[in-house]
């Protein structure tokens, strides 16, 4: 590859053994001071929660950090179908009720902790995402969006209306018999292992065939399927992954929050965040859910702290994502990646 | 059967408020390719207008259609040319727009919820609560008028597409961009009016809305599924397909309501956008399958 390149550009063999050089460093020490990054970082997140061990209050620090934590998760996964593929969903918040409604049923008629049960939270959240893909998956573009906020609102009548699962009043959830400073440490780890496995999954699907086939299918699916990609078959994959996550994540936040309600889970504005983090961060890149969801989340943070209304914030987020279409479509990531400005340690792609 | 031409003729009533609410979507898609998913929340901002003139100044819902469609044109016009003009020749324009009008929808849902907050509204006029009785037969005035001002308005609009130079212009723009503009169209100034033109039939219907459906901002995620189910049963561009489309759903919503109550007529939109997705994706009227 890297010779075709040199013979039709024209470069000295000594530019090449240089670029090979350059390629060699850039694959050995890229990858070690990555890891090393990361290994810093985990420790640390890991090692937050001595605090409230050591028996301070630090409930409000651990809060933001799962509900930051919770976010890179959902929006990771949504950039499975959303960035990878190309296709957007403005619904992705069902499967996060789902996870949510599914925990918390089982743990009030068994008792049995969302801890538990957040994997079949998520399975059913992927069963349902396999389902539904199956229909509207065969559409794409603008009518595929509004299918996903149709199944948002369909979804939405149905649990309204549903009294087995609490109707519109929802349902109270029993809280964790744990001293009020340790009560937020379990869902902290817990949501940190899922965001690790989300994050995980996502770099692994970005390096890997099937990745590389979402790909393709984002750029042109008439091409990606006579290249003989199997598209169909790519694309519900893709679907049901990303709905996982995020059921597994709505398992824990509904038992976190102690009550059920439609109109916490089914809002528009969850989806919306999802959506403007991946975007924000940069869409289809691994990192840039991460960094989207961080930088998002502590521009609300300042905004309620300062102007205290949950109406501006929809201002704002309509703003945000409005400017970052229009200006930087590539996103923090992408942008920066393109000028040549990220550093290397943070390249993951 | 008196029961069944009761649901028919609120159904149909109904339809024609959809029919408009929807065309003014079907015609921005059509002209430029922007599936505004702001649609419901101008036609809800628009039902503020009539709300404030009406409370303050009493001035009837139906006299200020014509009002809200001066005022909610400039403010389409306003709306196209800050975000939407930029990325016109931009390939991947209708999924980019997509999220552009998200993003619009949620910037006004915030400013309308912050300046009315989210309590429910809505205007009484008159005959908001009267009715005309044939036999057994009983026929909403609010219902009829917005019906039948809504059809006036369609055969406008319809008039001003097939009869006009202008509107001439824009079936070309709908047909086939390049070629409408190879031509001698100024394709760039009729796609803003457009716009505009399709946020001024939105502000029209905004007024049957404050006096037919209370309203609220954060209530036009609801709509926005409603609309977008009938202009994709009728073909997505497609005039005619939006009033077909509209008159059917809202008929078989109205069935739906009266046979399993109103809570699940809503139902019957989203379920049949499904449905339609399935079997028909192109629709009724449609020509194919959408490639983008």
Same mark, same amino acid.
């Given at each position: 590859?890297?010779?075709?390149?040199?013979?039709?550009?024209?470069?000295?063999?000594?530019?090449?053994?240089?670029?090979?050089?350059?390629?060699?460093?850039?694959?050995?020490?890229?990858?070690?001071?990555?890891?090393?990054?990361?290994?810093?970082?985990?420790?640390?997140?890991?090692?937050?929660?001595?605090?409230?061990?050591?028996?301070?209050?630090? !409930?409000?620090?651990?809060?933001?950090?799962?509900?930051?934590?919770?976010?890179?998760?959902?929006?990771?996964?949504?950039?499975?179908?959303?960035?990878?593929?190309?296709?957007?969903?403005?619904?992705? !918040?069902?499967?996060?009720?789902?996870?949510?409604?599914?925990?918390?049923?089982? +743990?009030?008629?068994?008792?049995?902790?969302?801890?538990?049960?957040?994997?079949?939270?998520?399975?059913?959240?992927?069963?349902?995402?396999?389902?539904?893909?199956?229909?509207? %998956?065969?559409?794409?573009?603008?009518?595929?969006?509004?299918?996903?906020?149709?199944?948002?609102?369909?979804?939405?009548?149905?649990?309204?209306?549903?009294?087995?699962?609490?109707?519109?009043?929802?349902?109270?959830?029993?809280?964790?018999? %744990?001293?009020?400073?340790?009560?937020?440490?379990?869902?902290?780890?817990?949501?940190?292992?899922?965001?690790?496995?989300?994050?995980?999954?996502?770099?692994?699907?970005?390096?890997?065939?099937?990745? %590389?086939?979402?790909?393709?299918?984002?750029?042109?699916?008439?091409?990606?399927?006579?290249?003989?990609?199997?598209?169909?078959?790519?694309?519900?994959?893709?679907?049901?992954?990303?709905?996982?996550?995020?059921?597994?994540?709505?398992?824990?936040?509904?038992?976190? +929050?102690?009550?059920?309600?439609? !109109?916490?889970? +089914?809002?528009?504005?969850?989806?919306?965040?999802?959506?403007?983090?991946?975007?924000?961060?940069?869409?289809?890149?691994?990192?840039?859910?991460?960094?989207?969801?961080?930088? +998002?989340?502590?521009?609300?943070?300042?905004?309620?702290?300062?102007?205290?209304?949950?109406?501006? !914030?929809?201002?704002?987020?309509?703003?945000?994502?409005?400017?970052?279409?229009?200006?930087?479509?590539?996103?923090?990531?992408?942008?920066?990646?393109?000028?040549?400005?990220?550093?290397?340690?943070?390249?993951?792609? | 059967?008196?029961?069944?031409?009761?649901?028919?003729?609120?159904?149909?009533?109904?339809?024609?408020?959809?029919?408009?609410?929807?065309?003014?979507?079907?015609?921005?898609?059509?002209?430029?390719?922007?599936?505004?998913?702001?649609?419901?929340?101008?036609?809800?901002?628009?039902?503020?207008?009539?709300?404030?003139?009406?409370?303050?100044?009493?001035?009837?819902?139906?006299? *200020?259609?014509?009002?809200?469609?001066?005022?909610?044109?400039?403010?389409?016009?306003?709306?196209?040319?800050?975000?939407?003009?930029?990325?016109?020749?931009?390939?991947? /324009?209708?999924?980019? *727009?997509?999220?552009?009008?998200?993003?619009?929808?949620?910037?006004?849902?915030? *400013?309308?919820? /912050?300046?009315?907050?989210?309590?429910?509204?809505?205007?009484?006029?008159?005959?908001? *609560?009267?009715?005309?009785?044939?036999?057994?037969?009983?026929?909403?005035?609010?219902?009829? /008028?917005?019906?039948?001002?809504?059809?006036?308005?369609?055969?406008?609009?319809?008039?001003?597409?097939?009869?006009?130079?202008?509107?001439?212009?824009?079936?070309?723009?709908?047909?086939?961009?390049?070629?409408?503009?190879?031509?001698?169209?100024?394709?760039?100034?009729?796609?803003?009016?457009?716009?505009?033109?399709?946020?001024?039939?939105?502000?029209?219907?905004?007024?049957?809305?404050?006096?037919?459906?209370?309203?609220?901002?954060?209530?036009?995620?609801?709509?926005?599924?409603?609309?977008?189910?009938?202009?994709?049963?009728?073909?997505?561009?497609?005039?005619?397909?939006?009033?077909?489309?509209?008159?059917?759903?809202?008929?078989?919503?109205?069935?739906?309501?009266?046979?399993?109550?109103?809570?699940?007529?809503?139902?019957?939109?989203?379920?049949?956008?499904?449905?339609?997705?399935?079997?028909?994706?192109?629709?009724?009227?449609?020509?194919?399958?959408?490639?983008?």
């Amino acid at each position: 590859m890297s010779e075709n390149l040199a013979v039709t550009a024209d470069i000295s063999p000594e530019e090449i053994r240089r670029q090979r050089n350059a390629e060699r460093i850039l694959a050995t020490s890229a990858p070690r001071s990555r890891r090393l990054l990361l290994i810093g970082v985990l420790l640390l997140l890991f090692a937050i929660p001595i605090q409230a061990f050591l028996g301070n209050n630090i !409930n409000y620090v651990l809060h933001l950090l799962l509900f930051t934590m919770m976010y890179v998760a959902m929006a990771s996964s949504w950039n499975i179908l959303g960035g990878y593929t190309g296709y957007i969903s403005l619904g992705h !918040n069902v499967f996060f009720a789902i996870g949510g409604y599914l925990s918390g049923m089982i +743990l009030l008629y068994f008792g049995v902790s969302a801890f538990f049960t957040a994997p079949l939270g998520g399975i059913l959240a992927m069963l349902v995402g396999l389902f539904f893909g199956f229909i509207t %998956l065969r559409v794409r573009g603008p009518a595929f969006i509004i299918s996903t906020i149709a199944l948002l609102l369909v979804v939405r009548i149905f649990f309204d209306n549903w009294d087995f699962i609490g109707g519109s009043n929802g349902m109270t959830l029993p809280l964790l018999d %744990l001293p009020v400073h340790l009560v937020k440490v379990p869902y902290y780890y817990g949501m940190l292992l899922i965001a690790m496995v989300a994050i995980y999954t996502s770099y692994r699907i970005k390096h890997s065939k099937f990745g %590389l086939g979402l790909r393709a299918i984002s750029q042109d699916e008439v091409k990606a399927e006579s290249a003989g990609i199997p598209t169909a078959y790519y694309k519900i994959l893709a679907y049901a992954i990303s709905a996982l996550f995020v059921g597994m994540c709505g398992s824990l936040w509904g038992q976190y +929050l102690t009550y059920m309600r439609p !109109n916490i889970f +089914l809002i528009i504005l969850i989806a919306a965040n999802m959506v403007l983090m991946s975007i924000l961060g940069g869409k289809g890149t691994v990192l840039g859910p991460i960094i989207g969801a961080i930088a +998002l989340i502590t521009i609300n943070e300042f905004f309620v702290s300062q102007l205290g209304s949950s109406e501006l !914030n929809i201002v704002g987020t309509g703003l945000i994502m409005v400017i970052v279409l229009l200006f930087f479509p590539e996103g923090i990531v992408g942008t920066l990646r393109r000028r040549g400005k990220l550093p290397r340690i943070l390249d993951w792609e | 059967m008196t029961e069944i031409l009761q649901i028919l003729i609120l159904g149909l009533t109904l339809g024609g408020v959809y029919a408009l609410m929807a065309s003014g979507l079907t015609l921005i898609f059509g002209v430029m390719r922007i599936v505004n998913l702001a649609h419901p929340i101008f036609i809800i901002a628009a039902a503020y207008i009539s709300y404030v003139l009406f409370t303050r100044f009493n001035i009837d819902p139906l006299l *200020t259609v014509p009002i809200n469609m001066v005022v909610m044109f400039f403010f389409g016009i306003l709306v196209y040319r800050l975000v939407f003009a930029r990325e016109a020749e931009n390939p991947r /324009y209708s999924e980019m *727009t997509v999220l552009l009008t998200f993003g619009v929808a949620l910037i006004l849902d915030g *400013t309308l919820g /912050y300046i009315f907050s989210n309590t429910q509204r809505i205007t009484s006029p008159s005959y908001s *609560t009267q009715a005309f009785f044939i036999g057994d037969l009983f026929i909403p005035k609010a219902q009829l /008028y917005a019906g039948i001002f809504s059809m006036v308005l369609l055969i406008a609009l319809w008039a001003f597409l097939k009869f006009t130079p202008m509107g001439y212009a824009i079936r070309a723009t709908t047909q086939n961009r390049s070629a409408a503009q190879l031509l001698g169209v100024n394709v760039a100034r009729i796609s803003m009016l457009t716009f505009g033109i399709g946020i001024g039939l939105a502000g029209a219907s905004g007024a049957l809305m404050s006096f037919l459906f209370s309203f609220f901002p954060a209530k036009h995620w609801e709509w926005i599924a409603l609309l977008m189910s009938l202009i994709v049963l009728g073909g997505m561009g497609k005039q005619l397909g939006a009033v077909v489309g509209a008159l059917i759903l809202s008929v078989a919503a109205a069935f739906v309501s009266n046979i399993f109550g109103p809570t699940w007529s809503p139902v019957t939109f989203f379920l049949a956008l499904f449905i339609i997705l399935l079997v028909r994706p192109q629709g009724l009227f449609g020509d194919k399958v959408e490639a983008t």
